[in-house]
């Protein structure tokens, strides 16, 4: 297994990015539930004629699509290791939990985050966003919320984030039982950054108005373009009116570990909580989100809860006081650390921070290829690794819907779409770390083939 598996990295740029589905393969996955075994050596068999093919392709360097990493080998190796030891980190007292820890200790490092800051690894930043939503309710409304309710104090909490953040900021407010329409999506400038004076009027309005502004939400990183908020902007703002100061910062956040984005980052060693993804533009395999809270206590004041079978002691498995079950809704947690530490020690955080600024060079290539095509058009600032352009065309959104999924199918590279200023644009988020300048002129020349077609 281990050797097919490295072949198969060694040579994915000579497959495709991504392959439609044969139907009899799904059908294969209709199968009934196996009463008896079977042979191992034929269920690889099986995986690699069913499943590789059309794996979803973000390993491949020709991938572009959404925000996805592209892993690492090493990282893969570690998965297998924690699945050997198979521990649960939802407590106790044993090393798995001491490893996930020391990521604690270096995210702090990392964000300037003091010693008492608190965090867990999570499945991704829509549950580290979530964590975070409901860690300000308390620190807005007192722990009391646990029992009464969102609703006890009579007064309607609001939130603020940018009309360019990611939909899981909506999700999370709704799913803390707050309502969406209790999120401002705030104006952006012509940078995709949140309009400072927008948001402290939309404050004043919901004051005067009878509602308890609670929450901002900032971008390091939006997903749609790559813009960040004026953090420290956002960070005077949310000090001046008392309010928690969340920052998403799914993938832009790690962008600290170059030298050429962690400028942009100014102002998110202020944030009350951050969330990200080891698993963006980290590398790390997935899934490895984080989240980070300045005040462990109030975290903690958000989910640990007594139960009997859950006792702690001083001495034996059962001992120490801090599980990291009281920092979020998870019991059963898996070791995400130890993919996480390996990564983050085998490669050094010098180097990741490479990858990081060598796909935000490959995004400028991208960019100026574009901007020498009469054809093709730039449709936002391109502000890190992200390329949104289009095909000039009588009917630009169909055909650029159509060259998008004609470059999928064809398996060379694999781009995304979006939406920017009402236009639908071809994306190219450029995070895996096997990317290079071949992948860029293929993506070039592969729209203006398919353009060409397309526009008719
Ligand atoms: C990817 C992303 C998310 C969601 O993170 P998951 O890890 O997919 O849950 C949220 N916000 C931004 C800006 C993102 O890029």
């Known amino acids: 297994m281990l050797d097919d598996m490295f072949d198969y990295l060694e040579h994915i740029r000579e497959r495709k990015v991504w392959q439609p589905i044969p139907d009899e393969t799904r059908a294969n996955f209709r199968a009934p539930l196996p009463r008896d075994p079977t042979d191992v050596a034929e269920l690889h068999q099986q995986f690699l004629r069913d499943v590789v093919p059309s794996a979803s392709g973000n390993t491949h360097p020709g991938f572009m699509g959404w925000v996805q990493g592209g892993g690492n080998p090493v990282g893969m190796l570690a998965e297998m290791l924690a699945a050997g030891l198979n521990a649960n980190l939802g407590g106790r007292d044993h090393m798995p939990i001491e490893v996930e820890r020391q990521i604690l200790h270096w995210a702090r490092a990392l964000f300037g985050f003091p010693e008492g800051a608190s965090g867990i690894f999570v499945t991704g930043t829509s549950m580290a966003n979530f964590i975070s939503v409901l860690v300000a309710r308390t620190a807005a409304l007192g722990p009391e919320v646990r029992r009464k309710g969102v609703n006890f104090g009579g007064k309607r909490l609001s939130a603020y984030t940018s009309a360019s953040a990611h939909g899981c900021v909506a999700q999370a407010i709704d799913l803390a039982g707050l309502g969406r329409d209790s999120l401002h999506a705030v104006p952006v400038d012509a940078n995709h950054r949140i309009d400072l004076a927008a948001l402290e009027r939309a404050i004043a309005r919901d004051r005067a108005h009878g509602s308890q502004p609670f929450l901002i939400v900032g971008t390091a990183g939006t997903v749609d373009i790559g813009a960040t908020d004026d953090l420290d902007g956002l960070a005077d703002i949310a000090r001046r009116e008392g309010l928690w100061f969340h920052i998403d910062g799914a993938f832009g956040a790690l962008g600290i570990l170059s030298d050429a984005v962690a400028p942009r980052l100014k102002g998110i060693e202020r944030a009350d909580s951050l969330a990200f993804d080891f698993h963006k533009w980290a590398q790390v395999p997935y899934d490895a989100g984080f989240v980070l809270v300045r005040d462990g206590e109030i975290h903690r004041s958000t989910f640990a809860a007594p139960a009997v079978y859950l006792r702690r002691e001083t001495r034996g498995l059962a001992a120490g006081p801090d599980w990291p079950c009281d920092y979020g809704p998870d019991l059963s947690r898996g070791f995400r650390a130890l993919k996480t530490w390996f990564t983050l020690k085998a490669y050094g955080t010098r180097r990741l921070g490479e990858v990081i600024g060598r796909s935000c060079e490959l995004a400028r290539l991208l960019a100026s290829g574009i901007e020498a095509a009469p054809e093709l058009e730039l449709l936002a600032p391109v502000q890190l690794n992200i390329v949104c352009f289009g095909y000039r065309c009588a009917d630009p959104d169909r055909v650029n819907a159509a060259i998008?999924?004609?470059?999928?199918?064809?398996?060379?590279?694999?781009?995304?779409?979006?939406?920017?200023?009402?236009?639908?644009?071809?994306?190219?988020?450029?995070?895996?770390?096997?990317?290079?300048?071949?992948?860029?002129?293929?993506?070039?020349?592969?729209?203006?083939?398919?353009?060409?077609?397309?526009?008719g």
């Open 404 to 455: 998008t999924v004609s470059l999928q199918e064809q398996g060379k590279v694999a781009p995304s779409t979006t939406t920017v200023n009402g236009k639908l644009a071809i994306r190219a988020a450029i995070f895996n770390h096997r990317t290079d300048e071949r992948d860029i002129e293929a993506l070039l020349e592969g729209t203006l083939f398919f353009g060409r077609r397309l526009a």
